[in-house]
């Protein structure tokens, strides 16, 4: 079982070098292999910043990342990332931009084909193969930019605000559909949001950042998602007591310290 | 940078105009562009055979359309200068896609090594620094005397004159890669060079396509500086001879092919980006 670790580490920029707050202090976390970790927090907590540590694209200034035992040195393919703006290759068809990491590692042309359309398949997008990334609606780049992080076969799923950007309606049929990806294809996850909800319905564990220095304040563990994925409609958990209970909880949790301020 | 590609024929830029929120409220659609245009030309001719047939200006400054046109005709039959018309505009191709091939093989690796390493813009900008403000007839000379006076020196001149955009519009290019798309590629695992080949190459091209326009337009400025010097063929030779002659018909008439050629290489220009580059303008 693989475990994805950042132990007590601290990030600075070089730029900020003169200030003396980091953007994260003292992190410890551990996402293990089946889990789904969802990171929220207020603007400015360093949700990104530790999405990008995770996945090698900045190096701690102190501390450790280490991906089973073993130091992280860099980006690599089995921490796959999901944007924000779906990153998708414009030059590319939506078949080629999934298959693009195969290609990257030498697939034979039939193979990586064949793999692309599989996983188009499973993100329901089996017609638009050809179609080019702007002919795409939002909802449809992110699906094909999931099918391309799977494309690597990743252990980890690393996903800053991938329905960020997508409208309300489109955003909760995506919900589901990110449980059913997490399930299928037996990955660790790390998503960032700002969405309460969404954090809720998704997550095992719900991690709440703070600013100023960006730190863990509290943790939740949740069982909605796999609520749903056993069954339970995602509407009928939205208007449960328990989620309301729980929704309620982690916006004072969210907001604890702007209101400590206050008073 | 954003290329308008949308409406082909019009060169003109199509962005909004301050008259266009009048025409349109006028309940009526509107004129379109090419129209004007070709009202234009119209006009300027119509005025520009007026002037002759009346005798405002003498024909050796301004022949009329109709003997230019038939300047344009004896060109293209008989010739001038020992040579006809399509062996100068030949010449004359040659010479600007042999400059524009050397311009690119050197000026598209140049502008990556300057847009994606430190190392390459430190060694590099000086002499893009060096090159891009001088004017080619200044270095002509010079290049005459290291490389005589043969075909080699016409094509280095011009290709020199069409490095500076090449560089520059790649390195730009390079740099306007999305950041989100370099790290997709690295988080898959790319190497430096598979980033280089599948990331930034395709990111930069729309812009190496702009500067191929541009490099094509400082070419034909120096390809008739180049066929002053020692040329039995060419556009700029034919023009050039002409004047000597005070032929002022085939002057005119080397005036409107170069216009024509160039007209038609910035509609070639276009459907190459439409075709190799169609993400440019979406998105």
Same mark, same amino acid.
């Given at each position: 079982?693989?475990?994805?670790?950042?132990?007590?580490?601290?990030?600075?920029?070089?730029?900020?070098?003169?200030?003396?707050?980091?953007?994260?202090?003292?992190?410890?976390?551990?996402?293990?292999?089946?889990?789904?970790?969802?990171?929220?927090?207020?603007?400015?907590?360093?949700?990104?910043?530790?999405?990008?540590?995770?996945?090698?694209?900045?190096?701690?200034?102190?501390?450790?990342?280490?991906?089973?035992?073993?130091?992280?040195?860099?980006?690599?393919?089995?921490?796959?990332?999901?944007?924000?703006?779906?990153?998708?290759?414009?030059?590319?068809?939506?078949?080629?931009?999934?298959?693009?990491?195969?290609?990257?590692?030498?697939?034979?042309?039939?193979?990586?084909?064949?793999?692309?359309?599989?996983?188009?398949?499973?993100?329901?997008?089996?017609?638009?193969?050809?179609?080019?990334?702007?002919?795409?609606?939002?909802?449809?780049?992110?699906?094909?930019?999931?099918?391309?992080?799977?494309?690597?076969?990743?252990?980890?799923?690393?996903?800053?605000?991938?329905?960020?950007?997508?409208?309300?309606?489109?955003?909760?049929?995506?919900?589901?559909?990110?449980?059913?990806?997490?399930?299928?294809?037996?990955?660790?996850?790390?998503?960032?949001?700002?969405?309460?909800?969404?954090?809720?319905?998704?997550?095992?564990?719900?991690?709440?950042?703070?600013?100023?220095?960006?730190?863990?304040?509290?943790?939740?563990?949740?069982?909605?998602?796999?609520?749903?994925?056993?069954?339970?409609?995602?509407?009928?958990?939205?208007?449960?007591?328990?989620?309301?209970?729980?929704?309620?909880?982690?916006?004072?949790?969210?907001?604890?310290?702007?209101?400590?301020?206050?008073? | 940078?954003?290329?308008?590609?949308?409406?082909?024929?019009?060169?003109?830029?199509?962005?909004?105009?301050?008259? !266009?929120?009048?025409?349109?409220?006028?309940?009526?659609?509107? *004129? @379109? %562009? #090419?129209? &004007?245009? =070709?009202?234009?030309?119209? +006009?300027?001719?119509?005025?520009?055979?007026?002037?002759?047939?009346?005798?405002?200006?003498?024909?050796?400054?301004?022949?009329?359309?109709?003997?230019?046109?038939?300047?344009?005709?004896?060109?293209?039959?008989?010739?001038?200068?020992?040579?006809?018309?399509?062996?100068?505009?030949?010449?004359?191709?040659?010479?600007?896609?042999?400059?524009?091939?050397?311009?690119?093989?050197?000026?598209?690796?140049?502008?990556?090594?300057?847009?994606?390493?430190?190392?390459?813009?430190?060694?590099?900008?000086?002499?893009? !620094?060096?090159?891009?403000?001088?004017?080619?007839?200044?270095? *002509? @000379? %010079? #290049?005459? &005397?290291? =490389?005589?006076?043969?075909? +080699?020196?016409?094509?280095?001149?011009?290709?020199?004159?069409?490095?500076?955009?090449?560089?520059?519009?790649?390195?730009?290019?390079?740099?306007?890669?999305?950041?989100?798309?370099?790290?997709?590629?690295?988080?898959?695992?790319?190497?430096?060079?598979?980033?280089?080949?599948?990331?930034?190459?395709?990111?930069?091209?729309?812009?190496?396509?702009?500067?191929?326009?541009?490099?094509?337009?400082?070419?034909?400025?120096?390809?008739?500086?180049?066929?002053?010097?020692?040329?039995?063929?060419?556009?700029?030779?034919?023009?050039?001879?002409?004047?000597?002659?005070?032929?002022?018909?085939?002057?005119?008439?080397?005036?409107?092919?170069?216009?024509?050629?160039?007209?038609?290489?910035?509609?070639?220009?276009?459907?190459?980006?439409?075709?190799?580059?169609?993400?440019?303008?979406?998105?």
């Amino acid at each position: 079982m693989s475990v994805l670790s950042l132990e007590n580490v601290t990030l600075r920029y070089a730029a900020d070098a003169g200030r003396n707050t980091p953007v994260l202090a003292s992190i410890d976390l551990s996402i293990d292999h089946g889990e789904f970790v969802v990171v929220i927090g207020r603007s400015g907590s360093g949700k990104t910043s530790l999405l990008n540590l995770a996945a090698g694209f900045v190096k701690p200034s102190s501390g450790r990342v280490r991906l089973d035992g073993a130091p992280v040195a860099g980006p690599g393919a089995e921490r796959a990332v999901v944007f924000q703006d779906d990153a998708l290759y414009p030059w590319l068809t939506a078949l080629d931009n999934v298959a693009f990491p195969l290609r990257l590692r030498g697939f034979s042309k039939a193979d990586r084909l064949r793999r692309a359309r599989a996983l188009l398949d499973q993100v329901g997008l089996s017609d638009a193969a050809e179609r080019h990334v702007w002919e795409l609606s939002g909802g449809m780049r992110q699906r094909v930019g999931i099918a391309r992080a799977l494309a690597s076969s990743p252990k980890f799923l690393l996903m800053d605000e991938p329905l960020g950007a997508l409208d309300a309606l489109t955003r909760s049929r995506m919900q589901g559909f990110l449980l059913d990806i997490w399930q299928q294809n037996r990955v660790g996850a790390l998503l960032i949001t700002h969405s309460i909800e969404e954090a809720l319905l998704l997550a095992t564990r719900v991690i709440v950042l703070a600013p100023n220095p960006g730190r863990i304040t509290s943790e939740i563990f949740t069982t909605f998602g796999r609520d749903h994925l056993a069954g339970t409609p995602l509407s009928e958990i939205r208007s449960s007591a328990a989620f309301r209970r729980l929704q309620d909880e982690l916006t004072v949790l969210i907001h604890a310290e702007e209101e400590g301020i206050a008073a | 940078m954003s290329i308008s590609v949308e409406g082909l024929p019009p060169i003109m830029p199509t962005a909004r105009h301050l008259d !266009e929120q009048a025409e349109q409220s006028a309940d009526r659609p509107p *004129l @379109p %562009l #090419v129209w &004007i245009s =070709l009202a234009t030309i119209t +006009a300027l001719l119509f005025l520009w055979s007026l002037a002759s047939s009346y005798g405002f200006v003498s024909p050796l400054f301004l022949p009329s359309p109709v003997a230019v046109y038939q300047a344009l005709r004896s060109l293209a039959i008989t010739g001038f200068v020992d040579a006809t018309l399509a062996e100068h505009v030949g010449a004359s191709l040659l010479r600007i896609f042999g400059a524009l091939a050397v311009a690119l093989v050197a000026g598209i690796p140049a502008g990556l090594a300057i847009g994606a390493s430190r190392l390459g813009k430190g060694i590099l900008d000086p002499i893009v !620094e060096f090159l891009r403000p001088l004017p080619p007839l200044a270095y *002509l @000379p %010079l #290049v005459i &005397i290291w =490389l005589g006076i043969g075909e +080699a020196s016409k094509i280095a001149v011009i290709a020199l004159a069409m490095l500076p955009p090449v560089i520059l519009s790649t390195a730009t290019g390079v740099r306007s890669a999305s950041a989100d798309h370099v790290n997709a590629a690295r988080a898959f695992g790319a190497s430096r060079l598979q980033v280089l080949r599948h990331v930034i190459v395709p990111s930069a091209l729309p812009s190496i396509l702009t500067g191929t326009r541009i490099a094509l337009g400082a070419g034909w400025s120096t390809l008739v500086a180049a066929e002053l010097v020692a040329a039995t063929r060419g556009l700029g030779f034919m023009i050039q001879s002409a004047a000597q002659f005070l032929v002022t018909d085939v002057v005119i008439a080397g005036i409107v092919v170069i216009a024509a050629v160039a007209f038609l290489f910035e509609l070639a220009a276009r459907l190459i980006e439409r075709w190799l580059v169609p993400w440019a303008t979406r998105r």
